[in-house]
């Protein structure tokens, strides 16, 4: 019987093959040449050689072997891989009209191409078309609105995060976007975490090395008892569209006014209010898009919710990861935050003033681009590029990774150097300042008529997130810390049993402290605050660093309370109890000042408890390795190296460069030596392994630059908390106790 099975399979592979060859010759006329590429295995073809990590720098190496674009058999597709971007805007933007299909993606449920479930992978046809104009429509109004102000607003929120769990950077700046995302896109930021979850679970079923479907297509065949991966495909499916739906009927009742003053759902009347949001957009306007039905509009609209909720965290990670591993630049950002900014955080309305944070942002995208393969394009008819045939239906690869290392435009490719934006020394330099570098209209964002929509959106959430992170940390490899002990706040790091109060602050003045008034406030806690206090008074003890009396001159609250806006009852705003991050939001008081100023205090106390300070203000300097600031800048920036890399000086378009007349002596490889490849044990390689490239997290120091600082985000965080904007993520399923729901509906696995 197996001898049977096997010589079946082998007379199936061989028939396969035959089959694979006939069509190819039959296809070419003579004078077309093949574009070049790894042989492969029949039937498989080189599948076998991709490795389950990093699979990018198997394409880039192969780019680097087979030159500028060559094409890749993956289990009987032909896959053709971009390397330049010239040749990716001759075909994918010169040529769109041909080449802007989406390839089928067997893990998912519905065909993608046709489902109108997600524009990013739909063919290009009506729904595609319309779905589009909607998607620009409310990009357009949203930026004229300056997103609404969320990325601001949520800044704070991750700043003071960052200060009271630092080794949970990578969940804090995961959740900025999302919550930034999840406003925008209804409203309200309490689907953050569910947001988060239906991106990874997106992720996955799409991504070549994510959902089992992708690999084994046949399995989507079977009935789902038999094939766990499709039962998992199918609760996916409908959570997924539960969750659109569900939030697509609470902004209807917002709109309608039926969830005014509804406890149950949002506790607090002021943050009930229907927000600016691009479900309200399509709500308001339903028949001017013309979609087919409302599911449509939930789909149109929780599809931007997803492709922000993940994208935008990755590059905010590198960033990091940078920072850390490149830190002789810090002190040129440091020095252009610190003179436009001073001690107020950055706004989208900045952008200009800032080409450093720019340059930074910009080379992070370069260095570890987010999407390293790429978003493939399909081509829909047979097509020659310089005398190569390109068979309709390949999928087409404009290769991020590869487009971003070429070595006559990025010297020193694999180096993080954000002054190759700012200096004219460099290929990559444009003037004015003023506008590059920009980090929208970049390869990164893709080719042609499938472009991303979200750029706009990116760069106001990478712009605001990360300047806001940079104006309050330094950020140092471990080894590389800097001593942050100050004598002086060692001294004083007894810390009380109970949370520091404002008249205790004061006490360290000439007056002494008033202790009922302090016992009063305390006192005035709600049970469930001051059972807050009690249980974690060991760990406030613990902290290693306390601010004095002096430094913590809390000023009085008014100029910069938010202004109440025309729809909202300022008498509606009251402080909501409810607990998130392990803090307490502030009780209603009589005395909203002093309840602010107290909470601020402890706050403040309880945020920055694992995080150190920096003896001065200005950025991390060591000796000899890093530049220090001087009075002329320019004379500080680091020098870098004049002559290329010492990569291969590569032929820039196919002109130069011809495959298939190659011989031993004339191809690329046996020209010059080949790029080394980073080393996979590279601490800046660690990332997972989906479509979308996030670093692993790693450890770093994180160490706040500038006092008062920190109190102005202790201060802005419970005054936001006190208007009930910082509103803690929602549970969707399970009846509020946890996620995973019920069979029909809620969180699967998910790996990565
Ligand atoms: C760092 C952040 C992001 C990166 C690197 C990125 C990258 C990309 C890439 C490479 C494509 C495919 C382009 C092509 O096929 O040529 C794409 C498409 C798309 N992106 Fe983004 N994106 C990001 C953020 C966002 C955000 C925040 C949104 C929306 C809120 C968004 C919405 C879309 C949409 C709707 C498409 C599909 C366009 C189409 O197929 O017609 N993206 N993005």
């Known amino acids: 019987m197996a001898c049977i099975t096997l010589i ?311 960033f990091c990861l940078a920072l850390c591993h490149y830190p002789q630049y810090q002190p040129i950002l440091h020095e252009e935050i610190d003179r436009v900014l001073g001690d107020r955080m950055p706004t989208f309305d900045d952008m200009e003033e800032m080409p450093v944070l720019r340059a930074f942002i910009r080379e992070t995208l370069r260095w570890r681009p987010p999407v390293p393969t790429g978003i493939p394009h399909e081509l829909i008819q047979d097509d020659m590029y310089e005398g190569y045939h390109i068979p309709a239906g390949s999928v087409m690869h404009p290769l991020e990774w590869s487009i971003s290392r070429d070595p006559e435009v990025f010297l020193e490719p694999d180096e993080w150097n954000p002054m190759r934006w700012l200096e004219a020394r460099y290929p990559t330099y444009q003037e004015p300042l003023s506008k590059y570098p920009t980090i929208t209209q970049y390869s990164q964002f893709g080719y042609g008529r499938r472009t991303c929509q979200g750029m706009a959106v990116t760069e106001a959430d990478l712009f605001v997130g990360l300047g806001s992170v940079a104006w309050l940390f330094s950020m140092a490899k471990p080894e590389m810390e800097v001593s942050v002990a100050d004598d002086e706040v060692e001294a004083n790091a007894t810390v009380p049993d109970e949370p520091i109060m404002r008249d205790e602050v004061e006490s360290n003045g000439e007056s002494p402290p008033n202790l009922s008034r302090y016992s009063n406030a305390f006192m005035n806690l709600s049970a469930d605050e001051r059972a807050f206090f009690e249980q974690n008074a060991e760990r406030i003890k613990r902290q290693s660093w306390r601010y004095s009396g002096a430094a913590l001159n809390i000023p009085a609250v008014g100029s910069e309370t938010p202004p109440v806006s025309d729809n909202e009852d300022s008498s509606a705003r009251k402080p909501t109890v409810a607990f998130d991050h392990g803090l307490p939001t502030p009780p209603a008081s009589p005395d909203e000042d002093e309840t602010r100023s107290i909470h601020t205090a402890s706050a403040l106390k309880l945020a920055t408890g694992r995080l150190k300070m920096q003896r001065n203000d200005s950025a991390i300097s060591l000796p000899g390795e890093f530049p220090g600031l001087t009075t002329d800048p320019a004379a500080a920036l680091p020098s870098p190296p004049l002559t290329p890399a010492k990569v291969p000086s590569k032929p820039s378009s196919l002109r130069s460069w011809s495959p298939q007349k190659s011989t031993k002596a004339d191809h690329p490889r046996s020209q010059s030596k080949i790029a080394p490849l980073p080393d996979v044990d590279d601490p800046t390689m660690n990332f997972s392994t989906l479509l979308i490239a996030k670093p692993l997290p790693f450890d770093f120091n994180l160490c706040i630059r500038n006092k008062a600082r920190a109190e102005l985000v202790a201060r802005k965080w419970v005054e936001l908390r006190m208007q009930g904007e910082f509103e803690a993520s929602r549970v969707f399923w399970g009846g509020g106790k946890d996620t995973k729901g019920n069979a029909e509906f809620g969180w699967g696995e998910v790996f990565a």
């Open 8 to 318: 079946a399979v082998i007379i199936a592979a061989a028939t396969i093959l035959i089959a694979e060859r006939i069509h190819a010759r039959r296809r070419l006329p003579g004078y077309v040449k093949k574009l070049p590429g790894p042989r492969g295995l029949p039937v498989i073809g080189s599948v076998h050689e991709l490795p389950e990590k990093n699979s990018w720098l198997k394409f880039h190496e192969w780019g680097q072997k087979y030159g500028p674009i060559y094409q890749v058999n993956l289990a009987g597709t032909n896959h053709i891989w971009i390397t330049r971007d010239k040749i990716a805007r001759d075909l994918l933007t010169k040529r769109s009209a041909i080449y802007s299909d989406r390839p089928f993606i067997p893990a998912l449920e519905q065909d993608n191409r046709t489902s109108g479930q997600y524009l990013p992978l739909m063919s290009r046809n009506e729904k595609w078309i319309r779905q589009r104009k909607f998607a620009k429509q409310i990009m357009d109004t949203s930026e004229k609105a300056s997103f609404y102000g969320y990325p601001e607003l949520e800044s704070v929120r991750l700043l003071f995060e960052l200060m009271s769990e630092p080794a949970k950077y990578n969940i804090a700046m995961e959740s900025f976007i999302a919550r930034v995302t999840s406003r925008l896109a209804w409203g309200t930021p309490t689907p953050s975490d569910e947001l988060k979850q239906r991106a990874r679970e997106l992720l996955i079923g799409v991504s070549p090395g994510g959902a089992l479907g992708n690999k084994l297509p046949f399995l989507m065949s079977l009935p789902e008892r038999l094939a766990s991966p499709k039962a998992w495909e199918a609760r996916r499916s409908r959570t997924e569209r539960k969750f659109f739906e569900t939030m697509q009927a609470e902004v209807q009742e917002d709109i309608d006014g039926k969830r005014r003053n509804t406890p149950s759902v949002l506790p607090n009347p002021a943050a009930s209010r229907p927000k600016q949001s691009w479900m309200r957009m399509f709500l308001e306007k339903k028949k001017l898009w013309g979609f087919g039905s409302d599911l449509e509009g939930a789909f149109a609209v929780g599809m931007h919710g997803i492709a922000g909720a993940l994208t935008i965290a990755a590059p905010m990670q590198s």
